[in-house]
């Protein structure tokens, strides 16, 4: 059994082929229940975000997470093969790595990455399919990033995608305080956007959501106002800004709705910001002419201008990184010699209970005490080394006698001839 990684992301698909295998979070558990039930795959965690749907596994083969990803999103073969990655061991764990610290996301040292990776492992914890190789790899990947986070400037001056979403509205807008801003959702993205759209002190704030506690929680923090999903139709025309991110399997905001919503606003520009995968606005909306809608992959275009600066820190964090791979890669390797332990152990015990229970008949009998220890020292020592001592007698042929030598030597610390 070995690790293995297998997914896309953004360096490798375009959103339209990532919103194809992304996996809602209410379903992750039961797809992690599935893969390890139904196939040769002992442990996994799936990471599933914007950017990236990433199966981490323990398995003899990656073939068959392969074949059960494209199962279970009902893909043809052909449509994502192109786009699929598979890596081996030392590479997963590289990889592992390097995404928790952030060297592998648009925005190279973004720390969002790190809490949605561990909001994965306690999904995988949770339904059980985190086994002892991948819960190692993980803590260790913590490790690392913090290490990275603490010792390199790989998160100094980072352009978020919050932020670029706001440079972009600039654009299209003078003043951000005179727009009405409309934010579909109420988690982790939606808030980092409304905390850098909020500091524009724009006009007007409402939060869309399907639960409305939850986004009456987070309009009051921006001094905003709630409304149902349901009413997005109704009062789409009224806002300047859109920015969503939700989790729902089809779009939220069609093309009709937004023609609607242009005519109602007698043609004035409206800027949209779709961050969720799959996507909540319909891609056709984009070709309108007074739209101009981003999705996450557009606004990854903005903040690329600013990987420059970072890449000595990118040089920095390689290096911990790969020194941190070897370390782990040493515990997998003697983790490999585990069972052989254990059975060297047990045999070693059940000599001593062995001796321990003939040494305790002949107390019992009256034998002298000091003859008896004497007696069960000899006799576990003799019985102790009789493997290796036979071995070494019987070995075959200089080569072989030799490389028996030298493996006594090392195991039992011997010295000179």
Not at 21 to 45: G, I, P, Q
Not at 223 to 239: K, N
Not at 370 to 392: G, I
């Amino acid at each position: 059994m070995a690790l293995f990684t297998l997914g896309i992301n953004h360096h490798t698909a375009p959103l339209s082929v990532r919103e194809q295998v992304a996996f809602h979070a209410d379903r992750l558990s039961h797809a992690l229940s599935d893969l390890t039930r139904a196939n040769a795959v002992r442990e996994a965690a799936i990471l599933s975000t914007c950017n990236r749907t990433e199966i981490y596994c323990a398995a003899d083969a990656p073939e068959t997470a392969v074949d059960w990803l494209i199962r279970y999103h009902a893909i043809d073969l052909q449509s994502i093969q192109p786009y699929v990655y598979t890596l081996p061991q030392r590479e997963a764990i590289r990889h592992a790595f390097r995404v928790a610290s952030g060297l592998d996301s648009m925005v190279i040292g973004e720390p969002q990455i790190l809490g949605q990776m561990k909001d994965a492992v306690r999904v995988a914890e949770a339904a059980g399919t985190l086994g002892t190789h991948l819960h190692k790899m993980f803590q260790r990947a913590f490790a690392v990033a913090k290490e990275v986070r603490s010792t390199t400037a790989i998160g100094a001056n980072i352009v978020s995608m919050a932020a670029a979403g706001v440079h972009l509205a600039e654009r299209i807008f003078e003043h951000l305080a005179d727009q009405r801003i409309l934010f579909v959702g109420a988690g982790e993205m939606i808030e980092l956007c409304a905390t850098h759209f909020a500091a524009q002190q724009p006009k007007e704030i409402v939060i869309a959501n399907r639960t409305l506690e939850r986004g009456r929680a987070l309009a009051e923090r921006f001094g905003g106002s709630v409304m149902r999903l349901d009413e997005i139709a109704d009062r789409l025309g009224h806002f300047d800004i859109v920015v969503s991110c939700t989790a729902s399997p089809l779009p939220i905001i069609g093309l009709g709705m937004v023609e609607r919503a242009i005519k109602a606003r007698r043609h004035r520009p409206m800027f949209m910001v779709d961050l969720a995968v799959p996507r909540d606005i319909e891609p056709e909306v984009g070709e309108l002419d007074d739209v101009f809608l981003y999705t996450v992959d557009d606004l990854a275009q903005v903040v690329e201008s600013g990987l420059e600066s970072r890449q000595a820190a990118v040089v920095e964090a390689e290096a911990i990184i790969a020194a941190q791979v070897d370390t782990f890669i040493a515990w997998l390797e003697t983790r490999d010699t585990v069972p052989l332990i254990r059975a060297l152990r047990d045999a070693a015990e059940r000599m001593r209970r062995h001796e321990m229970e003939h040494a305790l008949k002949l107390l019992a009998k009256g034998e002298n005490p000091e003859r008896v220890l004497d007696q069960l020292s000899h006799r576990l020592t003799n019985k102790f080394l009789h493997a290796p001592t036979q071995a070494l007698n019987s070995a075959g042929g200089v080569v072989d006698r030799e490389a028996l030598r030298q493996c006594a030597s090392r195991l039992f610390h011997l010295h000179g001839e």
